[in-house]
Structure formats: structure tokens, C-alpha cells
């Protein structure tokens, strides 16, 4: 599937920094066109909502092929993307090896992202604990393994609030702009209504209002 540039790739005149992003679906049955895919859309869906960035995004759907994800997910590193985010494959059964593959490519692990989704999955089912999701970093990239459920997808990017919109459990992207940060990718900046990154006092830098 090619690039979507339909957000800006280059700078905007607003001041932030353009950025890439891989979206990558991982299911067998979506990809041989059985059902349609819902989990491009969401990725897509939240990212914009949630970011101040110019956005080019590089939408993937494959099937549930280790060989297949891990050369995906190499490919959108080399093609300049910060953040590469999957979803689907990351259960328990035997066609389930989005985790592996993404351990393959992996230069570091981050093993808190993983705790953390599963401490949200927690509040909802019995069974998040069955979830394998793994983040890692190649290069300068973060690649984050996500739930399957447009829904849960949300959940575990944004966190849980109360009925009066208080923070009940963070959710994981709030922390994924100091990591690109500490990586040497480019400076995120979100919408705090969406998602509130969370950034030490000394790397905040001033941007555009």
C-alpha cells in the first residue's frame, strides 16, 4: 500500500515539525479483502485528532506472516518514519506473531509500554492479560504493537478518564513524544483535549499557540 501524503509532509507555516508515521494492520482475513479493515482507520483517525504535526502516514495491511511484518516494519523505518504503530496479532494463538517480529528488528526494548497497555486492557476484561503487545526502537523509530479493537486502540493511546473527564489511567502516547525526543526524532506536540504529552520542564521548548 503507498504513502499517504494527503496531510503535509513538508513544514506548514504553523511551526511544527512535519512527521512520518507507519500504520501497519496486521490480519490475515482483512488483507485477503474477507472483511474490511478497521484498524488503519482508527490508527489514522486518532493520530490526526490527536497531533499538532503535519502528518504523512505510510498505511500497511498484511497478513499474519512474521518474514512479512518484520521486512514492513524495516521498510518504514528506512522510509523516514518516527513512530510505526501495529495493530492485530498480538494474542496468544498460533498465527499470533506480531510480537516476534517485532522483537526481530528491534534495537532496544521498551518494556514499559507493554505493562502499561496491559493495565489499561485490565480495567475493561481478565483476559488483557493475554495480550503480548511489545514496543521497541530501531534507529530513531518507535514501533508500538497495539490491541486489535478500534475501541481498545483509543483506550490504550488516550487512557481512561471519569465521567468528569479526570485521568483514571494514562494512556501509553503521552509518553511517546519525550521518546522520540530521547531517540533523536522529531518533536512531537498534541492536542491536550486528546492526549496530554508528558515532558520534563527542561525539554519543552516554546511553540506556536
Known sequence: MASDDND??????????????????????????VYVDQGLPALRDWLTRAL????AFEPRLIPDEQADI???????????CCLVLTTGGTGPALRDVTPEATLAVAHRQMPGFGEQMRQI?????PTAI????????????????????????????????????????PGIFAAVPYCLDLIGGPYLETRDAVCKAFRPKGAVR???A
Open 8 to 33: 503535509a509532509s513538508t513544514a506548514d507555516g504553523s511551526g511544527h515539525d512535519p512527521v512520518r508515521i507507519g500504520i501497519v494492520s496486521v490480519s490475515d482475513r482483512a488483507s485477503r479483502g
Open 52 to 55: 499538532r504535526n503535519p502528518v
Open 70 to 80: 518484520s521486512a514492513t516494519l524495516i521498510e518504514l523505518v528506512a522510509a523516514g
Open 121 to 125: 486492557g485490565l480495567r475493561f476484561v
Open 130 to 169: 493475554l495480550s503480548r503487545q511489545v514496543a521497541v526502537v530501531r534507529d530513531r523509530c518507535l514501533i508500538i504493537n497495539l490491541p486489535g479493537q478500534p475501541k481498545a486502540i483509543a483506550e490504550t493511546l488516550e487512557g481512561l478518564r471519569d465521567a468528569d473527564g479526570r485521568p483514571l489511567v
Open 206 to 208: 516554546a511553540t506556536p
